[in-house]
């Protein structure tokens, strides 16, 4: 605004400043894909000192559990000044959103963003007195989505009397954003992992001797039945040792190989092999 006195100018162009620090910081951070819960707090922390927030949180859906209704825990949180807030994040941290119900509950329930004036007011705040002994005010409350459903929220809180930058907010919808994308690529990670583990272990314990390797005969993996049938000292061993000789007619391995490349898949499948020792 040309027409302003230079100290409001001055004033816009800093907020802008730290509007524009602050989407730039944590995209960086959430781009790094470390660990959920650390990138979170190194994120929510930028947020609250460059928009001053006092107290920022990201709170998670948790797996569903029927006939529980759905619901979410907190999953990291920033405050600026820890004696004075300590008491109201112990409070948060055993507490469960509800759909629906109080400030983060309506955001919820409304996928969209919702402000609140006064958190010490208890129609506006479910834990009111917490927040009044944490003397926090005015607040405002972000959905995180992913392809259009919400899996958390981004909650942030300042000091009774503050005036929250209200232009920040299309920073804040930015960022919860890319949290959802970042959330959600941890969730499959993790899923991952889990898929892995589940799949070691019925590989490992597997009775029969398993082998796994390239059509080059590289070994990719084996299990502890075929290192002791094939007469291996260990799995390492058994990596090193060419899948092509452990046929006894490389004839049979031929055939093996064109079905393979012809089918994909081979089926039943009688083969003579021999140990390590040529047996």
């Given amino acids: 605004n040309a027409n302003a006195p230079a100290c409001e100018r001055e004033g816009e162009l800093t907020a802008l400043t730290h509007r524009l620090t602050t989407e730039y910081a944590v995209s960086r951070i959430l781009a790094e894909g470390g660990e959920a819960e650390e990138s979170l707090l190194r994120s929510l922390e930028i947020m609250g000192r460059e928009l001053q927030w006092d107290f920022c949180l990201c709170w998670r859906l948790q797996p569903p559990a029927p006939p529980a209704p759905p619901a979410m825990r907190l999953l990291a949180s920033y405050c600026s000044d820890p004696e004075r807030l300590r008491a ?22 409304a996928a969209e963003p919702l402000w609140i004036g006064d958190a010490s007011d208890t129609r506006q705040y479910l834990m009111a007195e917490a927040a009044r002994r944490a003397d926090l005010g005015p ?19 300042a000091r009774r009397g503050a005036r929250p930058d209200a232009d920040s907010l299309p920073v804040l919808v930015s960022l919860a954003e890319q949290i959802g994308r970042f959330l959600n690529h941890d969730v499959i990670e993790s899923a991952l992992r889990a898929s892995e583990a589940r799949f070691r272990a019925l590989f490992d314990a597997n009775v029969a001797g398993v082998h796994c390797s390239t059509l ?21 061993e058994a990596m090193q040792f060419p899948s092509r000789e452990l046929y006894c007619d490389p004839a049979d391995r031929e055939a093996l190989l064109e079905e393979l490349r012809r089918h994909g898949r081979d089926v039943n499948r009688q083969l003579r092999l021999r140990r390590r020792d040529g047996t």
């Fill in 139 to 157: 607040g405002v409350c972000v959905p995180i989505l992913f392809r259009g459903n919400v899996i958390g929220l981004l909650q942030f809180l």
């Fill in 88 to 109: 109201f994040e112990a409070a948060l941290e055993v507490h469960e959103l509800s759909l629906g119900q109080g400030f983060a509950g309506k955001a919820w329930a």
């Fill in 216 to 236: 080059e005969g590289g070994p990719v993996a084996l299990n502890p039945a075929f290192v002791r049938m094939f007469g291996f000292t260990s799995r390492e």
